[in-house]
């Protein structure tokens, strides 16, 4: 059905400016931000991508092919970086890490748009409270790859007392490869010489995370 076939006090603008955002459908608000008249094809676009995760990370000519034109796909590929700005900002303020999981939640939305392997750090002071997070490296994680010294550069820079590094698995499986856990174990040993403690490595995979930590894995020894 398209919006204008619609009684106004129905149209998604009317209600959302009567009841707030929040009674409205996925369909409707994908409507909004994007400009598409016709509620079937935001349903059908949500539906071909699985959702607002899914079009974050989709290409923009993908997007402008399923949603109408290249405008309405840069609006809505907009909104969505406002959303996820929005999100990370809520954990900017300095927040104390008390748990694996309290860190996931921002690694989470650092990486939902990510298809391919990206390596964070988080920067720790003496009270556990977060400095900064830094993207430390792009591509496969392993340690053919990755040089150990850049994992600690901006957290030494800035004078942090410990870091939790987490990378993502594009996949939906956060199973620690054995790559995974022997770049773990160098990370630490290198932390132990810098006199910086690495709390924990973190794999996340969609909503769920795995903390090698927990698990002993390049911890242990």
Known sequence: MRIRELPLH?????RIADRGPDVLSDAELLALVSGQQDLG????CLSDYHGWIGLLRADIRAVAASIGTPRKAASLKAALEIGRR???????DRFQVKSPADVAKLFMVEMMALDQEVLWVAALDTKN?????AKVYH???NTAMIRVGEVFKEALRLNATSVIVAHNHPSSDPTPSPE???VTRQIVEAGKLLDVEVLDHLI?????YISLRERGMGFSG
Do not use: M, T
Not at 10 to 14: C, H, L, T, V, Y
Not at 86 to 92: D, F, P, R, W
């Open 86 to 92: 929005l999100a990370i900002a809520g954990y900017e």
């Open 129 to 133: 409270k977060l400095i900064k997070v």
């Open 10 to 14: 129905e149209r998604p603008a009317s």
């Open 139 to 141: 591509g496969s994680v």
């Open 204 to 208: 996340l995979a969609g909503n769920r």
């Open 180 to 182: 995974d856990i022997l």
């Open 41 to 44: 094809v935001c349903a059908q």
